[in-house]
């Protein structure tokens, strides 16, 4: 195989990957140019099997979206909508407990909660939600809010963001999700979300999360008007705050899904690009412990096959996904953790399923 990664005039790279040394951003560049993705995707699965062995990961999850009622109307979002839009809709807490409720018979570890930015729910709001939620369910980990929300929450309460993640962590917050970050380029933000905190805010706010203690995940939103170089820069910056804070667990490519958004002109992407980004994504980001595959934007055979190519996690059950099927994801709305350890075991790995925070709860 070192003959064939030569030919494909990898081999720096491969030293590199073998001595543990960074990559720089011109060795990113190569690897995204290079045609050869199973020269590529090998070099990942080196650094996949130094950090998690033979081992892929998967949780018990449900998603619950409180609302899609937003201020910030990005164009490659088909989520987010205007108050008074015929698809608005908001959950009361009450709501939220239901739906919490009527998963009680099922082994959920987590709960994964985002919403929009909502224009005038109030901070009590969001607290009542995380108590409802611990009120129904008490030993669920609640991974809510993106670094957007929280954003916002501090400035709803008029309080530091300090202050407002402690009164969430006391209300039930466990860990914040890694949506919102989509590619900090001050142009790509321009261009497709001018209205949403800057990625240096988004940073930020993972960072005081971290100093709190709080572990969060990052994601990058890949396939529309982003060029190569501003996804390096992205993993650069999400790679430099790692050296700094040690917070990240997880990094999570999402796949653009074009339907319904502002943004229809451009297609969906393509297996390949799927793959390059979390291949790349796995040997740039060396300070992250795990790269997800999610499988409700990549699809779950794809999913299966990124297990080779630098993903050491599959997310989880999930169930009632609504941000990528309003952007016409046509995967499925959940899938069974039978169905996901059969996925995982036909790739050659190990299932272990594990927590939020990667405690392992069972391996087959
Ligand atoms: O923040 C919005 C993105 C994110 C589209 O932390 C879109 O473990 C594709 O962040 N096509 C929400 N993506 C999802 C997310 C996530 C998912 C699973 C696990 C974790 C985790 C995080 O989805 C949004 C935005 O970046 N998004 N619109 C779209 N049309």
Known sequence: MDTYIEQAGLKSILQKVRAGERLTIEDGRSLYNHPNILAVGYLANIVREQKNGNQAFFIYNQHINYSNICTNLCKFCAFG???????????????????V??????????????????????????????????????????????????????????????????????????????????????????????????????LEVAKIAHQQGLRTNATMLYGHIETIDERLEHLDALRRTQDETGGFLAFIPLAFHP????????????????????AVSRLMLDNFPHIKAYWVMIGPKLAQVALSFGADDMDGTVKEEVITHMAGAETAQALGHKTLIRLIQEAGRQPVQRDTLYNILATY
Not at 82 to 95: C, F, R, T
Not at 147 to 170: F, K
Request: glycine letters at 10%.
């Open 101 to 202: 409720r009527e998963r009680l018979d099922e082994p959920i570890n987590e709960i994964h909660m985002v919403g929009g930015i909502h224009p005038d729910l109030p901070f009590s709001y969001y607290l009542d939600a995380l108590r409802g939620i611990k009120e129904v369910r008490p030993d669920v980990h609640i991974q809510a809010f993106t670094c957007v929300e929280i954003h916002h929450l501090a400035q709803l309460a008029g309080q530091s963001v300090q202050q407002t993640l402690n009164d969430l962590v006391d209300a039930g917050l466990g860990s914040l999700p890694g949506g919102g970050a989509e590619v900090f380029s001050p142009r790509i933000r321009q261009a497709t979300c001018e209205r949403k905190l800057p990625g240096t805010g988004w």
């Open 81 to 99: 909508k205007e108050k008074g839009d015929a698809l608005a809709y908001e959950m009361s807490v009450e709501e939220i407990k239901a739906k």
């Open 259 to 278: 339907k319904n958004t502002q943004l229809t002109e451009h297609s969906g992407t393509t297996g390949i690009n799927d793959l390059k980004n979390i």
